[in-house]
T-cell receptor, first 117, second 114 residues
Framework: AQKITQTQPGMFVQEKEAVTLDCTYDTSDPSYGLFWYKQPSSGEMIFLIYQGSYDQQNATEGRYSLNFQKARKSANLVISASQLGDSAMYFCAMREGDTSGTYKYIFGTGTRLKVLA | ETGVTQTPRHLVMGMTNKKSLKCEQHLGHNAMYWYKQSAKKPLELMFVYNFKEQTENNSVPSRFSPECPNSSHLFLHLHTLQPEDSALYLC?????????????FGPGTRLTVL
């Protein structure tokens, strides 16, 4: 079963509008972390935002915010006031621990966002 | 300097060639990772090094051979690859392995095997 699910292979958004990229996850670890990365066409994975499973408030970083709904196991990324430079692949990732006490990263398949002028 | 660098950015090689990918991090991190990114598939973790010691090998074929001479440098030696090995190879680093630390990625090497 997929541990990280991104159901939107591609999204379009008009410049200056907000867009939500979906991510659902599955884990039995009570202490986990959720990440969003941006990958422009240049290939580099750029860290955007982090949400810990015990964080009470939704994470925000500039125009990025994470809509964390723990009971639904969703961690959607909201980008406000989209810019042309936001066009890229976006990956949701989860860090979870295992029984040996170590952590592993698991990535989703990504959502390609295209911002339209 | 940027945090994590990778060279070359693009590589085309034949199945009988031997080549190496290089990764360098300037963040003072202790853990380094190799990932493979194929089209329409999630990132696949290949190798993990922590304090220069290999701590994880996710059933990677022996035609991929990693080397970590120090905590700042990581290599991936390639030999007798197959066309299905064509992918983007990403290097990442984090403060330590096995801890809740953010991973920072390099720009990747786009590998094409003919």
């Amino acid at each position: 079963a997929q541990k990280i699910t991104q159901t939107q292979p591609g999204m379009f958004v008009q410049e200056k509008e907000a867009v939500t990229l979906d991510c659902t996850y599955d884990t039995s670890d009570p202490s986990y972390g959720l990440f969003w990365y941006k990958q422009p066409s240049s290939g580099e994975m750029i860290f955007l935002i982090y949400q810990g499973s015990y964080d009470q408030q939704n994470a925000t970083e500039g125009r990025y915010s994470l809509n964390f709904q723990k009971a639904r196991k969703s961690a959607n990324l909201v980008i406000s006031a989209s810019q042309l430079g936001d066009s890229a692949m976006y990956f949701c990732a989860m860090r979870e621990g295992d029984t040996s006490g170590t952590y592993k990263y698991i990535f989703g398949t990504g959502t390609r966002l295209k911002v339209l002028a | 300097e940027t945090g994590v660098t990778q060279t070359p950015r693009h590589l085309v090689m034949g199945m009988t060639n031997k080549k190496s990918l290089k990764c360098e991090q300037h963040l003072g991190h202790n853990a380094m990772y190799w990932y493979k990114q194929s089209a329409k598939k999630p990132l696949e973790l290949m190798f993990v090094y922590n304090f220069k010691e290999q701590t994880e090998n996710n059933s990677v074929p022996s035609r991929f051979s990693p080397e970590c001479p120090n905590s700042s440098h990581l290599f991936l030696h390639l030999h007798t690859l197959q066309p299905e090995d064509s992918a983007l190879y990403l290097c990442a680093s984090s403060q330590d392995w096995g801890t809740p630390d953010t991973q920072y990625f390099g720009p990747g090497t786009r590998l094409t095997v003919l």
